[in-house]
């Protein structure tokens, strides 16, 4: 019997795979419980749409993310931080404060979790800072740290 999976079952599948499974496994079990369908035509024309649909969102993301790369990169955003004689700072410039201040001056939402700082900034002057907004996409914000 082929059953196409609603979500995912060990060692038999991921969701949306179409399975082969015997009869008894399929209706008592996967079909029972909700956890798969029989493979029949109208079923596997709706696994098609769905795949269809996740496939024109995912390049709907994509797009936008890249778009977002394109304005990040020729934006920046300026960071206050206290600094003592020397210019020598009191702490660092952590990625919640980053986030804050592109929400601030840019308005817009950067996760500070996808901001992947390798040091944390404790110098005044300007930084570039690596955001991940897709998995295959890396913007790069300008970050200007200035003495508050």
């Known amino acids: 019997m082929k059953v196409i999976l609603l979500e995912d079952v060990k060692s038999v599948g991921k969701k949306n795979e179409i399975v082969e499974v015997s009869d008894a496994y399929g209706r008592n079990m996967l079909i029972r419980k909700k956890l798969g369908v029989e493979a029949n035509s109208r079923t596997l024309n709706d696994l ?24 990040l990169k020729a934006r920046q955003v300026e960071v206050k931080i206290k600094a003592g004689e020397g210019g020598r700072t009191f702490g660092s410039v952590s990625t919640k404060e980053i986030s804050e201040a592109v929400k ?35 913007a790069t914000l300008r970050v200007h740290v200035v003495e508050g």
């Open 48 to 71: 098609k749409l769905r795949n269809q649909r996740a496939e024109k969102d995912a390049a709907e993301n994509l797009a936008a993310a890249k778009q977002l790369a394109e304005d």
């Open 104 to 138: 601030k001056q840019l308005d817009l939402e950067l996760d500070k979790k996808k901001m992947q700082l390798t040091d944390p900034i404790k110098a005044l002057g300007f930084y570039d800072v690596p955001v991940k907004l897709h998995p295959q996409v890396t």
